[in-house]
């Protein structure tokens, strides 16, 4: 069994930064590729970050690429995303996932043991 918290969402201003936080519980995934996504009101869950155990290969989506970096570290079976020049459109709830087939990086349907969410607001 995996268990995915996410955490350090909040309130920023445009501009501005924060880090989110993946912790596993029950079972440790350092084997596994992570992912993050993100949903706002009314739209599909779309792909922000994912990266690999070995190598450490990361992937991102175009919209955030140079601004958010994800990373991992496998001794607190935690993955982080790093947000940095936050805009509003960036406001959505984030979740994290691990990757449970080998077909795409960006897609959902590529991800299970889905964590409860974190909110990310950036107002202007």
């Known amino acids: 069994q995996v268990q995915l918290v996410e955490s350090g969402g909040g309130l920023v201003q445009a501009g501005g930064s924060l880090r989110l936080s993946c912790a596993a519980s029950g079972r440790t995934f350092s084997s596994y590729a992570m992912g993050w996504f993100r949903q706002a009101p009314g739209k599909e869950r779309e792909f922000v970050a994912a990266?690999?155990?070995?190598?450490?290969?990361?992937y991102y989506a175009n919209s955030v690429k140079g601004r958010f970096t994800i990373s991992r570290d496998n001794a607190k079976n935690t993955v982080y995303l790093q947000m940095n020049s936050l805009k509003p459109e960036d406001t959505a709830v984030y979740y994290c996932?691990?990757?449970?087939?080998?077909?795409?990086?960006?897609?959902?349907?590529?991800?299970?043991?889905w964590g409860q969410g974190t909110q990310v607001t950036v107002s202007s």
């Open positions: 990266i690999n155990w070995s190598p450490s290969s990361t």
């Open positions: 996932a691990r990757k449970i087939s080998s077909n795409s990086w960006y897609l959902a349907t590529e991800y299970g043991y």
